[in-house]
């Protein structure tokens, strides 16, 4: 159980353009997703945090406008990447706290892989 | 704030043991452990809720001083699969929604 998916696994696009990336909850509905950003050799840093039906919280440094989050169902969120430049080129991951998780445990995607170049 | 890890990296032999540790500035509600191999998502080993609780996991232990603010992660008679990146999440009590990563602890077992 507590399956986390996301596509594509890896993306390449050209500056400029934008990018979207799925993560979905795949045996349990999850209210809340979270979004990670991961620079090679370096920790994950959240980006925002995922609400169903409501607006994302985007934390602190995070451009609400350029990293587009939708949590439009219980077992989808989305992050788009818009205007892409090199600098955005990371690995994200997505996760979800299935609901009723008593201690909040988080469960990871297998990351989507961005470069742009 | 972004919890501390202390090593930053560690070399062992199969069989060595070690210990990983994790200490914030913040009061603490939680501290999660997860273990990241290249390329891959972390994956969740344990969350530690109060003070002094010690959760094992195979032969991976992890213990939380409530008080000093810092847990510690206790790898005993190291595998070869235990070599990746370990992570200490912590959330605060004052922001419990979310898990703060530390910078992670680089672990290689070595034959």
């Known amino acids: 159980g507590a399956v986390v998916s996301q596509h594509p696994s890896r993306v390449i696009c050209k500056s400029g353009t934008s990018v979207k990336i799925e993560c979905r909850s795949l045996?349990?509905?999850?209210?809340?997703m979270f979004w990670y950003r991961q620079f090679p050799k370096q920790s994950l840093m959240l980006m925002a945090t995922?609400?169903?039906?409501?607006?994302?919280?985007?934390e602190q440094g995070v451009e609400k406008d350029k990293f587009l989050i939708n949590h439009a169902s219980l077992t989808l969120s989305t992050l788009t990447v818009t205007s892409a430049h090199p600098e955005d080129s990371s690995f994200y991951i997505c996760s979800a706290r299935p609901p009723g998780a008593l201690y909040n445990e988080q469960f990871f995607g297998p990351g989507t892989r961005l470069t742009v170049l | 704030q972004q919890p501390v890890q202390s090593p930053q990296a560690v070399i062992l032999r199969e069989g060595e043991d070690a210990v990983i540790n994790c200490s914030s500035s913040?009061?603490?509600?939680?501290v999660h452990w997860y273990r990241q191999k290249h390329g891959e998502a972390p994956v969740f080993l344990m969350i530690?809720?109060?003070?002094?609780e010690q959760k094992g996991h195979e032969k991976i232990s992890a213990s939380f001083n409530e008080k000093k603010q810092q847990s510690s992660l206790y790898l005993t008679a190291s595998q070869l699969s235990y070599s990746g990146t370990y992570f200490c999440g912590t959330q605060s009590k004052t922001s419990y929604d979310k898990v703060i990563f530390g910078p992670g602890t680089s672990l290689s077992v070595i034959p």
């Open positions: 530690l809720l109060k003070g002094g």
């Open positions: 045996d349990f509905q999850a209210t809340t």
């Open positions: 913040k009061a603490l509600y939680s």
């Open positions: 995922s609400n169903e039906g409501s607006k994302a919280t985007y």
